[in-house]
Structures are given as structure tokens and as C-alpha cells.
């Protein structure tokens, strides 16, 4: 029997705990964008994690900089990155502050504002499509630099927050290598996914990017 969804908003204290805690917990949560359109819901059925300091593959890792200062701040806040020139894509700030962790939120399930998340992903073949992967997933949801550090457990009207939705059961979870990662960072297992969820993104291993010569 599949539980109710809960449209709860989740507390501070849920991201103030140990990265490798939060992130299988957050399966099955519920991320909503609002926008001047109307509301987009995702359920998230694949995160990462990345544990700053500990964590070579983290944005964090070498300390704090411009760039990742959101992620040095108080657990519940969102952390958007750019990259290789086109991307956004999405974190979520977990641990104490002044302790550099976050959630990649790679991919989700839209539940509500399909209409408009088809809009934003124009080469989506299928609904299952708009949000699988942590890019595809930010465009689906039109979230940008702009966006970068709200607090997704603030109250009252915020462009994004996270509901309580319903967890996802252990034996329904798989954790395995971060996709793109490269060097030591590489080795972590802490992808973790809703098994056999069509939404879910396939698994690719770093590849270098060869130098223009």
C-alpha cells in the first residue's frame, strides 16, 4: 500500500544531520517551484551527496570561495551551480553551519505543473523525461543562479520548498558511484535511488574532456 503523500514542509532539523543521512532520506520528499505561472511539485526519486571537507568531489573541498558560500551557511538553504557553460543544477544545504555539505538533487518524478514544466523541456519525449538528470531537472523547474541561497524551510511565500511527501522504504533504495565524478571523489558510493523508478538517470562514469590543442 502506497502512503499518502504528506504536504508538510520539512523542518530545519531534517537537513541538520550528517550529509550521508539526509540524502537517501530525501527519496520520496516532494520539491515545489513556485512560479508567476502557477506551482511545479517534483517527488525526488535520485540524489547525491557530497561531503565537503571529507569529500574530494566536493565544491567545498578546497574551502570556501564566491562560488559555494551558500554552502558554508545554515542546513535547509539551496546551493545552484553553473556548469560547463549551460547547466544549473541544484543542492540542498545539509549539516551544521560553517560545515560545507550538500544534496545534488539529480532527478524527480513531476507530480504537479507538468504542463508548464513540458514548456521549459521542449526535448522531453515523455513526461518521464522532464526531469531525469540534475540538469534537465533544474531547467524543468526554472531554477537559476537567481535562486541561490533561498531557504527552502522559510515560512510563508518562498519560490522553493521542500514538503514532507512520503519516505521511501529501505529495501526500495539503491546507492551506488556518483555519475560524472571523477579522481578520488569518484570512488564514494553516494548516489541513491528509487529502485526501478523510470524516472531515475543512467549511470555514467567520468569521462576527461580531451584539450583543445
Sequence with gaps: ???????????????????????????????????PDGPIALRLTEVEAYDGPNDPGSHAYRGRTARNDVMFGAPGHVYVYFTYGMWFCMNLVCGPEGRASAVLLRAGEIIEG????RTR???????????????????????D???????????GDTPLRI??????PSDQV??????????????HPWRYWVANDPTVSPYRAHVPRRRQS
Excluded at 500500500?1 to 527519496?27: G, H, N, Q, S, Y
Excluded at 507538468?114 to 514544466?117: F, S, V
Excluded at 523525461?129 to 531547467?139: D, Q, S, V
Design 1 to 35: 500500500m502506497i502512503a499518502t503523500p504528506d504536504r508538510t514542509p520539512l523542518p530545519r532539523k531534517f537537513f541538520d544531520r550528517p550529509v550521508l543521512e539526509v540524502a537517501p532520506d530525501l527519496l520520496g520528499r516532494i520539491l515545489v517551484r513556485s512560479t
Design 114 to 117: 507538468a504542463e508548464l514544466a
Design 121 to 143: 523541456r521542449l526535448a522531453a519525449r515523455n513526461d518521464k523525461e522532464l526531469a531525469k538528470g540534475p540538469a534537465r531537472l533544474a531547467t524543468a523547474l526554472d531554477v
Design 145 to 155: 543562479r537567481a535562486l541561490n541561497g533561498t531557504d527552502a524551510c522559510a515560512a
Design 163 to 168: 514538503l514532507t511527501g512520503a519516505s521511501v
Design 174 to 187: 539503491r546507492n551506488g558511484p556518483r555519475t560524472g565524478v571523477s579522481g578520488d571523489g569518484g570512488v
